[in-house]
């Protein structure tokens, strides 16, 4: 079975960056469409990116499209989030996970949940 692990989360100020790194262990996830997801205290998870196994195929929430990339090394067994101009709404666990089931992008299609990693983006 996968096991995920993410990294790369910290502390920035408004319009900053960051890269959060996914990296699988156990099995390889070549063959796997991936995710990132987060979740605010208070809040439910929701969906912030997501990539086709090729990489070909991306999705974006509206609220992070034009400032957050997903891309995949599947050679590394490793996705990677970039994130710049980051705003403190942005503060958030981030999770990533792999799709168990096609098509949709919300937090219910996709599993093997990580433990994520703490992004805070102070104003």
């Known amino acids: 079975q996968v096991q995920l692990v993410e990294s790369g989360g910290g502390l920035v100020q408004a319009g900053g960056s960051l890269r959060l790194s996914c990296t699988a262990s156990g099995r390889t996830f070549s063959n796997y469409d991936m995710g990132w997801f987060r979740q605010a205290p208070g809040k439910e998870r929701e969906s912030v990116a997501t990539?086709?196994?090729?990489?070909?195929?991306?999705y974006y929430a509206d609220s992070v499209k034009g400032r957050f990339i997903i891309s995949r090394d599947n050679a590394k067994n490793t996705v990677y989030l970039q994130m710049n101009t980051l705003k403190p709404g942005d503060t958030a666990v981030y999770y990533c996970?792999?799709?168990?089931?096609?098509?949709?992008?919300?937090?219910?299609?996709?599993?093997?949940w990580g433990q994520g990693t703490q992004v805070t983006v102070s104003s």
């Open positions: 990539i086709s196994w090729s990489g070909i195929s991306t």
């Open positions: 996970a792999r799709r168990l089931r096609p098509v949709g992008n919300t937090p219910d299609f996709f599993g093997s």
